[in-house]
Structures are given as C-alpha cells and as structure tokens.
C-alpha cells in the first residue's frame, strides 16, 4: 500500500517560493495520479493540482493557475509543486493524496490515501 510523506513547507514573503515534494517509501509513484490539496483554518479543503497516472495532463484551481507548477520525477519517486508569486492567501497545510485510479478524480473524496501534510505560511 502506497503511504505518502509531504516535505518542503515553510515560512516566506508575498511574492516568494516554495517547492512541495510528494514521495513515498513504498510503491512507485509513477502508477499513481496525485493530488494536491490545502486547508487554511476555519476554511475547507480545497483542490489545488492533479497530475493524472495515464498522461501527465496537470490541472490547477484558478486561484493558482500560472504561478503553480506539478510535475514527476519517477526516478526519485516524487511528485513536485512548485509555487511562485506566493501569496498571503495561499498559507494553509497542503497535502498529497492518491487514489488508484488512471485519471485525477473529480472531487477531493475519491482520493483514498493521504499525507501528513506540510505547512506553508505566506507573510505580507
């Protein structure tokens, strides 16, 4: 069973960047689509990226959308996020998550396996 760990969280300015990494110490990452997700307090989760099993095709939430990047790395069985023009409101926990599926599913509640989550925290 594939188990998930998030690194990479942190604390930085508006305007800055940080990398997510997404690995498992198990199964390859590669057969999995892997989802990106943030909760900010008081808020709900919310989807922010997909890159599916079957094609590599990436989708992201709008709010994020020309300032977030996922992308695989199978030989080092990660999955990154990188994200640029942080802003205040994209502090939240962030986590990865799966589900054995070809396609990235279309609601957060398909996904069947989680991480722990990292926490990112954007100051103004």
């Known amino acids: 069973q594939v188990q998930l760990a998030e690194t990479g969280g942190g604390l930085v300015q508006a305007g800055g960047s940080l990398r997510l990494s997404c690995t498992s110490s198990?199964?390859?990452?590669?057969?999995?689509?892997i989802g990106w997700f943030r909760q900010a307090p008081g808020k709900e989760r919310e989807g922010v990226s997909c890159?599916?099993?079957?094609?590599?095709?990436?989708y992201y939430t709008d709010s994020v959308k020309g300032r977030f990047t996922l992308s695989r790395d199978n030989a080092k069985n990660t999955v990154y996020l990188q994200m640029n023009s942080l802003k205040p409101e994209d502090t939240a926990v962030y986590y990865c998550?799966?589900?054995?599926?070809?396609?990235?599913?279309?609601?957060?509640?398909?996904?069947?396996?989680w991480g722990q989550g990292t926490q990112v925290t954007v100051s103004s």
């Open positions: 890159i599916s099993r079957s094609d590599g095709v990436t």
């Open positions: 198990g199964s390859s990452l590669a057969i999995y689509p």
């Open positions: 998550a799966t589900t054995g599926t070809l396609q990235c599913p279309s609601r957060g509640t398909l996904y069947d396996t």
